[in-house]
């Protein structure tokens, strides 16, 4: 509806469009927040599973 004034992660650090965390292994939830000058508030999820000695997956919707 209207402009963003305010994003942020709750599991890492968020810097212009790229998001960095440390994780650990076994399944690590990313959560996106953002809020326009409405008020109007959406959230969106990623989830990386980490398998110690392989690479790392990641589920996106």
Known sequence: DGNLVSYEVDNGTLAGN???FTPVAGENV???TVTDE???????QA???ISLNS???ATCP
Request: glycine residues 6%; hydrophobic residues 40%.
């Open 18 to 20: 790229d998001v960095t």
């Open 47 to 49: 989830i990386v599973n």
């Open 30 to 32: 990313i959560t996106l």
């Open 38 to 44: 409405c008020g109007e508030v959406a959230a969106c």
């Open 55 to 57: 690479q790392p997956t």
